[in-house]
């Protein structure tokens, strides 16, 4: 079930909409925001909510890398792995970040606390290599600064 | 050159809009609103403006085409969803200087009839998001966004759309249908865009610097526009540089010029004063070039010459360690990964691509995978439903064609090299 307060804010982006549809991307976040990822339940009610199916909506779901339909950790690590930042030392940070939290690509920490996953070009090719954590970009990381930045998150 | 599009973005809090007046911001609407709609979008083609998100489309061509269309519902789309490998450009107006974009927009929205406009921003700009919606508020209330702007009967509101993570939301017909709440896939074409576009009505889509570049044209007015930089395609371009080089960022220069200049003069050569080796001048779609090729001047018809694009104008710069092979597979890892898979030969050919360079990553080559890299390109080539494929074997065929050594030392000795 929906709170009433996720609800409103659903209620909220169908005001700036031209068809209730076009809110799907903004209430799976509202979704998101408080719950980390969009199960199957939440995706039936937000589905109701936007007057589309949830197989519609499923859809749209599944087709954005920053919309998670498994649990995720308390914190998302979106480390990029494209051009510029593979080329200023992307491997290396992988290792590093791998071997610190005990995970790989696709997993999550034991005690829930990050989720690690690769990002396409993060737009901060200037500032590489570069890795958000949930809405924060950082960068360039460096063996030095990663474990400041990771205690950030608990 | 004179700092135009980067000019505010240099002093602090210009992103609020009492500090972007005192500099200037919207002041060329009232000259705008003094001309027909139609006069306007002459003066942005006798500027001859080529759009600045990839394809370089004559931007004055593309208004007109929508202008003409009847109907009093259309809509003025701006493309802010920077996700090209390397590019990074917008990401500076965005945040520095929202109010450029907003008086570009409320201009084009005025010359193409368009009374809504949305900016379509990718999720990766987080920081973007609160910055903008932010910038708009205060142009609502100055009256510079809602109705009857400045008096004189125009209407324009304007909202942010934001994505979630899609490469292929930059493509123009799928960032409308993910603005329309789908999965953000191309649309067929004909009919574009500018006579059927979001919710089916005529539709313009412009990138954040295009529409940054309209204040100016109107200001200085077109002619006077069209002196600055190349002939063929004239005006400012923000190169965003990146890689190798000693000082990545942005850089506001006339279009025309030359690698060697922005590489050398502009961020200060290559890191460690090592030797170059290769540049991918406009983002990752557009073909790897070579230390040969430092004097091509960075404007759209010189690239193509030489045989690449200016693309987005996203400049990465690699030294002489950088294998090429291993270039090859990031890119092609990041197509692969961005295929939308609403076509075959860009679903299937970049999943086999990636297949075969991860296997020369694993020192697994074998004789003649390098004309089995040419063949799966035969038949992405052409093929594919929208850019992205064609985008994706760019890097493979022209790093075939420069570095080919490259491909025939791994597959000989089968030592991965980083």
């Known amino acids: ?154 | 050159m004179e700092k135009m599009l980067l000019k505010r973005v240099d002093i602090p809090n210009a992103n609020d809009i009492d500090v972007a007046l005192k500099h200037g911001a919207y002041g060329a609407l009232s000259a705008a609103f003094g001309m027909r709609p139609v006069d306007v979008v002459n003066e942005v083609k006798r500027a001859t403006l080529r759009g600045r998100g990839g394809a370089g489309f004559p931007t004055g061509l593309k208004w007109e085409l929508c202008a003409r269309v009847p109907g009093s519902l259309k809509y003025l789309l701006c493309n802010a969803d920077e996700g090209e490998p390397g590019t990074i450009k917008d990401r500076f107006i965005l945040h520095q200087d929202p109010h450029l974009l907003i008086e570009g927009m409320v201009i084009s929205g005025y010359a193409i009839g368009a009374e809504r406009g949305y900016i379509y921003l990718r999720y990766e700009y987080p920081k973007a998001i609160g910055i903008l919606e932010k910038a708009i508020e205060q142009a609502y209330a100055k009256g510079y966004l809602g109705k009857n702007i400045l008096g004189k009967g125009v209407n324009f509101d304007l909202s942010v759309h934001r994505g979630a993570g899609a490469y292929i939301c930059g493509e123009e017909t799928a960032l409308i249908e993910s603005l329309e709440g789908k999965r953000g896939q191309p649309r067929i074409r004909p009919p574009f865009p500018a006579s059927q576009g979001a919710w089916r009505k005529p539709t313009v889509i412009n990138n954040v610097e295009t529409l940054s570049n309209i204040p100016f044209i109107i200001g200085m007015g077109g002619d006077a526009y069209a002196k600055i930089g190349a002939e063929t395609a004239p005006g400012p371009k923000i190169y965003g540089v990146s890689g190798h080089v000693n000082k990545p960022g942005v850089y506001e220069l006339p279009m025309g010029t030359t690698l060697r200049e922005i590489i050398y003069t502009h961020c200060g050569g290559i890191k460690g004063g090592k030797k170059l080796k290769a540049v991918i001048p406009g983002g990752a779609s557009t073909p790897i070039l070579t230390e040969s090729h430092l004097d091509v001047k960075m404007d759209f018809n010189s690239l193509v010459a030489a045989g690449s694009m200016l693309g987005s104008g996203a400049v990465m710069v690699m030294d002489e360690t950088v294998d090429m092979v291993n270039v090859a597979y990031v890119l092609v890892r990041f197509f692969a990964h961005e295929s939308c898979g609403k076509c075959t030969p860009c679903r299937e050919g970049t999943a086999w691509l990636y297949q075969v360079y991860t296997r020369l990553m694993h020192g697994e080559g074998k004789e003649g995978d390098i004309d089995l890299l040419l063949y799966i390109c035969e038949t992405v080539k052409g093929k594919c439903f929208c850019p992205l494929g064609e985008g994706a074997i760019q890097p493979v065929l022209s790093s075939i064609k420069h570095f080919r050594a490259d491909y025939e030392a791994r597959i000989k000795s089968g030592v991965v090299s980083h």
């Not at chain 1, 976040?29 to 339940?41: E, H, I, N, P, T």
């Not at chain 1, 491997?91 to 790989?104: E, H, N, W």
């Open chain 1, 1 to 154: 079930m929906l709170t009433e307060q996720e609800k409103q804010e659903i209620s909220e982006e169908l005001k700036h909409c031209e068809r209730p549809e076009a809110a799907a991307i903004e209430a799976l976040r509202v979704v998101q925001k408080k719950r980390g990822w969009v199960s199957d339940a939440s995706l039936r009610d937000v589905a109701a909510q936007l007057s589309m199916t949830p197989a519609e909506l499923d859809a749209v779901a599944t087709f954005y890398s920053f919309i998670f339909r498994k649990p995720v950790g308390r914190h998302v690590i979106a480390l990029c792995d494209s051009m510029v930042c593979w080329s200023l030392g992307h491997d290396d940070l992988y290792k590093l970040i791998s071997t610190k939290l005990g995970i790989g690509y696709g997993e999550t920490t034991g005690d829930n606390r990050f989720t690690l996953l690769p990002a396409s070009c993060l737009g901060a090719c200037d500032r590489a290599p570069a890795m958000m954590v949930d809405d924060e970009l950082f960068g360039p990381v460096t063996p030095e600064t990663i474990d400041e930045i990771l205690s950030k998150y608990s």
